[in-house]
């Protein structure tokens, strides 16, 4: 399970056995090369939106490396389409691209992202979170961190969430383990629809990085 730096993934993420994580920063230069398939699917994008694509193909291609897989990884509506056998996410903010994914044997669907420490404004708790969730901010001596790494593992959760196809009409359908966040390192279940998905992440002074995994 390693990382980009090569190192073990769980005393870092927690990261689920199985599941590979992986990273791609700007510059470009170094990064692998886009499949054929995949530059087709970025010209048709807005320039705005190319970068991004560029990075998170790269990220991808680095997991399905360490998976012994070969992408290309293409799209379905805004959410990216791995090859056959794989399971994956992909998120990216601010010239970095990370990716997570798994065989499809193992895991059944994933979900990652990576936010802006510190990014919600403590008004949108009302939009976000559950009663219990806002409860529990309120006792919080950093709220906004914790508001944004809510938003972020509820993303992650919503990404999986939509690899099994199931119909999320509101974050506030989707209530964290939240007494399994100490502020540095999450690490709990979350229940969706009946469907258990294990979740961690690790906020930090710049970004929060969160993920969300469904098991066989």
């Not at 499949?35 to 010209?43: A, D, K, Q, T």
């Not at 070969?70 to 990216?92: A, K, N, T, W, Y």
Request: charged share 25%; with cysteine.
């Amino acid at each position: 399970m390693p990382t980009t730096a090569g190192t073990t993934a769980p005393p870092l993420f927690g990261l689920a056995e199985g599941v590979v994580l992986e990273y791609a920063r700007l510059p470009v230069d170094g990064l692998p090369p886009l499949l054929r398939e995949e530059s087709r699917l970025m010209v048709g994008l807005p320039l705005a939106r190319r970068e991004d694509f560029r990075l998170g193909r790269a990220a991808a291609a680095k997991c399905l490396s360490v998976l012994g897989q070969r992408g290309p990884v293409l799209s379905e509506g805004r959410m990216p389409l791995f090859p056959q056998g794989v399971v994956g996410s992909i998120s990216h903010r601010n010239g970095t691209a990370v990716c997570l994914a798994a065989r499809s044997s193992d895991i059944r669907a994933a979900g990652v992202d990576i936010e802006i420490a510190r990014s919600i404004p403590p008004r949108a708790a009302r939009i976000l979170c559950t009663e219990r969730e806002r409860a529990w901010l309120k006792q919080q001596p950093d709220p906004e961190q914790q508001l944004t790494a809510l938003f972020s593992m509820k993303e992650a959760v919503y990404k999986a969430a939509c690899g099994l196809r199931l119909a999320i009409r509101s974050f506030k359908e989707l209530e964290l383990p939240v007494d399994c966040y100490d502020g540095k390192v999450w690490d709990g279940i979350a229940v969706v629809h009946g469907v258990r998905l294990q979740t961690g992440g690790r906020p930090a002074d710049r970004t929060v990085l969160t993920w969300a995994v469904a098991r066989l």
